[in-house]
């Protein structure tokens, strides 16, 4: 369900402006995004993942090459010491576990390369109409699109079957050319394995908020999933989750692993000294 990462109000006049179709603009603004994803820049970040049973913080530091965490918050809690003890001990281990990196590096890349894939098709999976405008705390206007399935669209991918079922509205910044805002629900039961091996519920509900978060780069701060999975007929699971990511700080670009891990087994990941820029070994 990493897929769905990647998926109104009467006020249509306002929208004149807009001197593309609305087609054309998610295609812009699809284009903008995919190529936004080769943007260099190393952060640290918080990410606070939220369920029924409780929550867990991490925090996160980008190199040129890796994605490392550390768990530092449990149900708002500190870890208690022997689990402390054993992020810490999990952390140095990375810096001589090669397996263990390139494990979290593949992991990375194929929901990246996923992403992706599900990102590209999203101007031909849909319909799209004009639904109104918002604007941001800035005063900008933002365009408000309604997506429902496109009957002719064929997806090369099991994996992108999901979308021949989801409809909602997104909402683009037609400046930047970036999704501010996606809201989808599940309008029709998925099978997949013709129902076998994997069944997602009608129902189902996701949205997605990204904004600007330092400079010029935009994450993803806010992401809700509520569904319902079925698999081999039998087991049912339910995914109710919210992951807010939040206080990026820019890290050097040439930071190493060693000095990552470094950051992250400081007392205070988020107000560690960070390396200067350009001086780092």
Known sequence: MVSLLLMAFPAAAKMQ???????????????????????????MYQVRNETPQGSETCVTVETSDWVISRLILKNGQPL????????????????????????????????????HRVIEVLPDAFVYQLAGAESDSAGRELALVAFRPNPDFRPRSTELRVLQGMEGV????????????????LCRDIDFGWGIFD????????????????SDRWEITRLALHYTNRRLLLITGRVDSVTKTSDFRRMPDDLTLQQAVGLLLDKDPMTATVPEFGKTP
């Open 17 to 43: 402006p807009l001197n593309a179709p609305v087609t054309e603009l998610v295609r812009q603004t699809v284009a903008h995004e995919l190529a936004a994803n080769d943007m260099g820049g190393r952060y």
């Open 80 to 115: 208690a010491p022997a689990s402390r003890q054993r992020e810490e001990e999990r952390l140095r281990g990375l810096l001589t576990n090669r397996s263990r990196l390139v494990k979290l590096q593949t992991e990375k890349r194929s929901d990246d390369a996923r992403a």
């Open 170 to 185: 997104v909402l683009i910044d037609p400046v930047a050319q970036r999704l501010v805002r996606i809201e989808g629900k």
């Open 199 to 214: 069944h997602v519920s009608r129902g189902g509900s996701f949205l997605l908020e990204q904004q600007v978060v330092c």
